[in-house]
Structures are given as structure tokens and as C-alpha cells.
């Protein structure tokens, strides 16, 4: 069976600090992997999504990027965080696209 | 941008009741999905309905679409407490998944 991870599940950095939260997926080839962000009470706001290694589109132009350097392995990352940054980060999977995702359990960051 | 709102933003109902919620959007869609998701934690698939169908049933969950009002309902029947949670839709476009602001349901004891 399919299995997504997300670590670290909690982090607290200071502003200006660097940041790399990473996702993998286990059980199935080829997905297309997503990172979202959650503010507090909201819905998903989606930053990253990919398709394949290498291919990473972007939704929202803002302090962050993502990578996909294996088949299975999505990072967010950023060079200097800000305040704003702070949020629910999730992960999640699809085998096609638009079809059902499959989330990770999700990294809860707070930017001091 | 938003694709699609769910309605009520918030919903408290006795255990055992029904609940109810709604979710509109704006363009046309292949198919509308609806997710829970336990606060802290990530989102649960629960269904997925296809344009060209109606109702769509799975356990105590029961989802219909309507096109031509482009809009769909989740009922939980018999709410239990562990059903608390906040529960979300998700249209595609330009295959990707949008997701609403999702409704807060909670089951009072």
C-alpha cells in the first residue's frame, strides 16, 4: 500500500533563517506531488506541484521553492523565512491528475 | 483563486442528527471531490463524484451534484462525535485540485 511522510511534524525557526521540509512517497511510482499551505481556520492555498523529476510548477510567486530531485521526493524550501511563512504545510499525491489526493500528515511551522 | 465555497462556514448539531453542507463554484468541473480533515492533521478523501453523475453514496455519506446550479451537498447521516472535524470541497481546473475554505462541523454530545 501507498504511504506518504512528512517531517519534521513541527518547527519553530526565526525570521531569516533557512528552511527545507521534505515529503516522500512509498508504494507507487511516477506520482504527482503537491505542497499546500494551510493558515490557521483556512482552506488550502496550493504553492508547488510536479510531475515528474525535475518539473515543479509554481501557483503563487512568493518567498519559497520546491524541488523534486527522486521520483518520490518533493522538498519546500526558502533562503530567508518571513513571519507570513507560518502555517500548516501539507503534502500530498495523486497518481493522475485532478483524481483523489492522498495527503501527509502535515508540518506545522511558526516563524518567530 | 478560490474555485469552491463551502456553506455553512460553521455547523454545530446534536449527535445522532444530520448534517448538512454545501459547496458552490464558479466554472465548469470533471468531477468534485470532498475531504475531512481533524484538526492538525492532514485531509482524509472521502468521495469523489463525476460531472455526469448525481448522488453518490458511501456509508453514512451522501453526495450530490448539480450541474446547471454548479453546486453539491455532503449529508452525514446519524453524526457521531468522532464525525467533528472540518470538511472541505475540491473542484478541478487545469487539472489541478482547488479546495474551498471548508466548513467546521461540530458534534455536541
Known amino acids: 500500500s501507498q504511504t506518504i511522510h512528512q517531517w519534521p511534524a513541527t518547527l519553530v525557526q526565526p525570521v531569516g533563517s533557512p528552511l527545507s521540509l521534505e515529503c516522500t512517497v512509498e508504494?507507487?511510482?511516477?506520482?504527482?506531488l503537491y505542497w499546500y499551505r494551510q493558515a490557521a481556520g483556512r482552506g488550502l492555498q496550493l504553492l508547488f506541484y510536479?510531475?515528474?523529476?525535475?518539473?515543479i510548477s509554481s501557483e503563487v510567486p512568493q518567498n519559497l521553492s520546491a524541488s523534486r530531485p527522486q521520483d518520490r521526493q518533493f522538498i519546500l524550501s526558502s533562503k530567508k523565512l518571513l513571519l507570513s511563512d507560518s502555517g500548516f504545510y501539507l503534502c500530498?499525491?495523486?497518481?493522475?491528475?485532478?483524481?483523489?489526493?492522498?495527503f501527509g500528515p502535515g508540518t506545522r511551522l511558526t516563524v518567530t | 483563486s478560490q474555485q469552491g465555497e463551502e456553506d455553512p462556514q460553521a455547523l454545530s448539531i446534536q449527535e445522532g442528527e444530520n448534517a448538512t453542507m454545501n459547496c458552490s463554484y464558479k466554472t465548469s468541473i470533471n468531477n468534485l471531490q470532498w475531504y475531512r480533515q481533524n484538526s492538525g492533521r492532514g485531509l482524509v478523501h472521502l468521495i469523489l463524484i463525476r460531472s455526469n453523475e448525481r448522488e453518490k453514496h458511501s456509508g453514512r455519506l451522501r453526495v450530490t451534484l448539480d450541474t446547471s446550479k454548479k453546486s453539491s451537498s455532503l449529508l452525514i447521516t446519524a453524526s457521531r462525535a468522532a464525525d467533528t472535524a472540518s470538511y472541505f470541497c475540491?473542484?478541478?481546473?487545469?487539472?489541478?485540485?482547488?479546495f474551498g475554505k471548508g466548513t467546521r462541523l461540530h458534534i455536541l454530545p
Open positions: 475540491a473542484t478541478d481546473r487545469d487539472d489541478k485540485i482547488i
Open positions: 500530498a499525491w495523486t497518481q493522475g491528475l485532478a483524481d483523489e489526493q492522498y
Open positions: 510536479s510531475v515528474g523529476i525535475g518539473q
Open positions: 508504494g507507487t511510482s511516477n506520482p504527482n
